[in-house]
Each structure stands twice: as structure tokens, then as C-alpha cells.
């Protein structure tokens, strides 16, 4: 086997190693036996075929800014991602730029929106790492990861081999990809197609086009849909601020829900009932059906911001229904009987179940 540089943070080979709430930004997670950072695509590779081979357990980590681990913590290896690398070349009139998994997301966001390289500026803001992105297809502000992905180099965990899937391979849909809650592949890289002139994307998300003062579908400068972007999730706790526990979470807690067409009118009928009239019902067409709003339900379901659990431990974000969030002495074990809370009692009003966006490690809603 290749003999590759990669930094061991540590090998506790018995006993409590590393406190995964260190890695996540909930700050919550037992211990690790064994933590990998992997600095380069061949340490990281090496490591899940180690794992793998000895079936032994192994948790790929980015910024863990999307997941809920137990309070017991996870056996076998965590493997954090750390390679680096961003490369932009010319493509005709766009920009092909390959990112390497392990670099910040944000920061790579900021960089080519400042070398003028459009087309991220509505993911600004976003924590965690390149390789996660398409993992739950991360979207914002009218923007999903996969419009722009050319390909993602993936290490496939069953055959041992690296290639590039497609976005066609990776099985997109609304946060979600084939490699979300799997074991499939290890995310080494992805490549993407944007824009050499500067420019944004068409503005496609209303509140943002009110905030930029064009109408939907215009192009302006990315920089400025940029600042834009991150005034707006500061104000609702979605960009990361070590001080304020409102945004000690995993994002947004819940999905929105999408129903089927053929329940549609029964599900809007029955909130209708609760809330007196249905059209006040937020709803957006969505390619498998009618997408509703997990934050509108749950506010009409009796859970407005701030509301709290486990003693105050844990509480809905002040500034955003739908980040549950650590108020800085929570266990896992408060957050999930406040998530059962809020999922139960959407459900019990509306009929309408909430699922869970983060991965949930070595514990359950
Ligand atoms: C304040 C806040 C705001 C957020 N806002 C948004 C938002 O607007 N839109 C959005 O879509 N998400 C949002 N999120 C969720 C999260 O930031 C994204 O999903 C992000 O892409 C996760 O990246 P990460 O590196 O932290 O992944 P992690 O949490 O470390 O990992 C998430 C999952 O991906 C797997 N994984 C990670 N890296 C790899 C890899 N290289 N190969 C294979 N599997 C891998 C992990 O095993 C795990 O299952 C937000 C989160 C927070 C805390």
C-alpha cells in the first residue's frame, strides 16, 4: 500500500479519543476512538480502503456543519477531509473550476466571486466543506449545487475505483443525492461550470431580487448578490458566529415537506381547517409535487422562534424556525426530544410528517 503524508490527530487506540463536538457546529457529538485528517486525495483514499477492508466503522467528515451525532460518539474512524486545491480554468466564455473536497466552501466562494468568477454567489455563506456539497445537493436562495456541477470525483467504496460521476450518476433531487446517508463513495473533488464576466446567476429567489432592487431572472455583478446573500442569512443566524447560539446548529433542522399531487388538495384542506383559510398556505411548485413550508408549519403548529426545551438547553433559533440549535450546555439527547417535539406536533395539527435534513450518527428522531 501507498505510503502517504496525512496528519493523525490522533489514534486512541482504546478508550475516549477525540470529542466529536469539537467537529460539528450543533457542538455536540460523543467520542471518537480515531480521527484521520487526510491533507491530501490519496491519504483519504487509503484510509477509507483501510476501513473498509477491515470493516471497522468510518465517518467522512467535513465541516460537520450537517450532522447530529450521539452522545455515545461513533467506533471506528472518523476521516476528515482536508485536501486542498482550487483550480479555474477557461472554458469558452464560462469558467471550468476544480475545487478539491476538503477546502472551505465559503472561502472558495469568496475567493472566485472576488477574482470575478460568477455563478456560487446565492451558496455564499453556507459552512462546511467542497466534498459535502453534493452529497445533500446544497441549495439557497434559488440555486442548487448540481446546476453548476460538471462532474464530482468519487472514490467508489465497493468497486475501490476513482472516477468522475455525472451530475446523471449522482441522482440529484431537493437535498438529496444516491450518496446521502450511504456508504458509497468518498467525495474527492468537484468541478464546476461558471461565469468568467462577474456576473450572478439569474436571481430567481423573490426576497432576494427585493433586497437587490431588480426583478427576477436579471443578472447583477456576483459580488453584490454576495453581500446581499450573507446580510440575509446573518439576519435569519444562518451564517456560522461563534458567539450567538442561535446559530449553534445544524441549518435547517427539517426539510421542506413535498406532497404529492394526487394529496395536495386533501393536505391543504386540513390545514385550511386549523388555520381558517388555505390560501394563506405558502406553497411552491416542486418537480415531484407541491413543496410546502416546514418553517410556516411549524410556527402554525404552535412552535414560534425561541421556543425552548430540556430546561432552555435547546430551543428553536431565535431568528429561524427551522434551525434547532445548542444554547451552549445541550446534549444530542435535548435536541432530538425537542426535534420529536416539533415533528410530532406538526404532524398531530397538520398531518403533514417532517423529516429530518441533517444525518443523524448513532442516534434517531
Ligand atoms: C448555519 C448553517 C446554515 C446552513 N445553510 C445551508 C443552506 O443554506 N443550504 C444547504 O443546503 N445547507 C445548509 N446547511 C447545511 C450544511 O452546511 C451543508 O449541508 C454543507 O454542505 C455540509 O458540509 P459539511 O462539510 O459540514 O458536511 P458534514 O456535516 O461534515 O457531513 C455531512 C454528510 O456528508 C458526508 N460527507 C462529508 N464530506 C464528504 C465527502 N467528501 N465524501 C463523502 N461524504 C461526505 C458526511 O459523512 C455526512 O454524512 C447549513 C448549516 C448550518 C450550520
Redesign the pocket.
Known sequence: MQTVPWGVVSTAGTGIGHHLAEY???RLGGPAMRLVVADTAAA?VETVTVADTDNTGL?????????VIGDDGVAGTVLR?ANKGVEVSRDGEQASVDLA?GED?DDVVARLVTEGVGGLEC?S?????V???P??????YGCEISELLISARVHDRSSGRVTEWAPADLGFSY?SSV???TAR????GVRLRLRRDGMSMPIRYAELARVLGVETGSRVPAAEVRAAVLEL?RGK????EPSDHD?W????FFTNPIVADSEIETVLARIGDVVGDTARIPRFPATEGTKLSAAWLIEHAGFPKGYAGAGGRVSLSTKHTL?LTNRGSASTADLLALAREVRDGVSSRFGVTLHP???L?NCAL
Open positions: 460539528t457546529t450543533l483519504a465517518l467522512v467528515l467535513g465541516g460537520g456543519s450537517n450532522l477531509m473536497a466552501w451558496l455563506g453556507i459552512p462546511g466543506r466534498g459535502a456539497t452529497i445533500q445537493n446544497v441549495g439557497a437535498r450518496l446521502k446517508g463513495g468518498l467525495v474527492l442569512r443566524g444562518m451564517v456560522l446559530t446548529s445544524a441549518g435547517s434551525a435534513e441533517p444525518l450518527l
